[in-house]
């Protein structure tokens, strides 16, 4: 067997959404800055970002609709300044199971979606023959978007928009009921030319109406052009207590036999 790596690597500068707090990531002592009797010295860093940077899992607390969370719960409720009390993502249980990949690009015969696409679910049906998703699998959209990764101005596509699910594909991955879903953009949406993240329909129906996690920002290249689309996935984010997101690094565990 073999292991694809599925998270972007964290930088200073990287593309992520405007509404979180950016990574960054600086040497707070050098070699040479204290060096102890015997000659030997050691260097740390100091790390600071936001819970949705890079390639990370929305847990359901993230987002509410019309003042309430998924369960019908008030935040006020289940909020202190130490976050979440419930539906953090240290309510997150480590998955290591079936995970089936939708490329969606394939079905359109292209590399990468065109920025803006909204997926339907047609396109996901077809993206799925074969597949037999399974309660309790992890789904996940292929479009091809991590192949932008390096420019940044287009990866986020605030002018062009960004290819995802619209609300009707988001529907259909929620009837499904898997575990949770991922995708290669920083919102887990189809972003229209524009408008940014100023509604996010899917996140609604998936965290809120649904209780289903979000994966975002997964590097999806390697692993659509493996051509596997049915293998084994584990996700384990960091057990950050009362957050909202937090960083993950998926593994793909392919069985070449």
């Known amino acids: 067997m073999r292991l694809i790596d599925l998270a972007q690597p964290l930088r200073r500068g990287m593309p992520q959404s405007p509404n979180h707090p950016p990574f960054r990531m600086l040497l707070e002592r050098r070699h040479g800055d204290m060096v102890r009797t015997d000659g030997g010295s050691a260097a740390n860093e100091i790390i600071i970002t936001g ?7 929305d ?12 369960g019908g719960l008030k935040p006020d409720g289940i909020t ?38 909204e997926i339907t679910p047609d396109d996901l049906d077809k993206a799925a023959a074969g ?20 420019d940044g101005t287009s990866f986020i596509g605030h002018s062009e928009g960004v290819p995802g699910p619209g609300e009707a594909a988001g529907r259909w991955l929620a009837e499904r009921r898997p575990r949770a879903v991922g995708g290669e953009t ?11 993240h100023a509604t996010l329909p899917v996140h609604r129906v998936l965290l809120v109406e649904s209780g289903i996690n979000i994966v975002e920002t997964m590097k999806l290249d390697e692993l659509l052009d493996s ?12 057990n950050v207590v009362g957050a909202t997101g937090a960083p993950v690094r998926p593994l793909a565990v392919i069985d070449d036999e």
Do not use: K
């Open 51 to 57: 819970g949705h940077v890079g390639t990370h899992v």
């Open 227 to 238: 051509g596997v689309r049915d293998f084994t996935l584990v996700l384990n984010p960091l």
């Open 131 to 150: 597949l037999a998703p399974q309660p309790g699998d992890v789904l996940l959209i292929g479009t091809g978007w991590s192949r932008l990764w390096h």
């Open 59 to 70: 847990a359901i607390a993230h987002v509410s609709q019309d003042g309430l969370v998924h």
């Open 186 to 196: 920083i919102a887990f949406e189809h972003l229209a030319p524009g408008e940014g």
């Open 80 to 117: 202190s300044h130490n976050g979440f009390s419930e539906l953090g993502i240290d309510d997150f249980r480590p998955y290591v199971g079936r995970c089936v990949l939708l490329d969606v690009a394939a079905v359109h015969g292209v590399p990468t979606l065109p920025a803006g696409y």
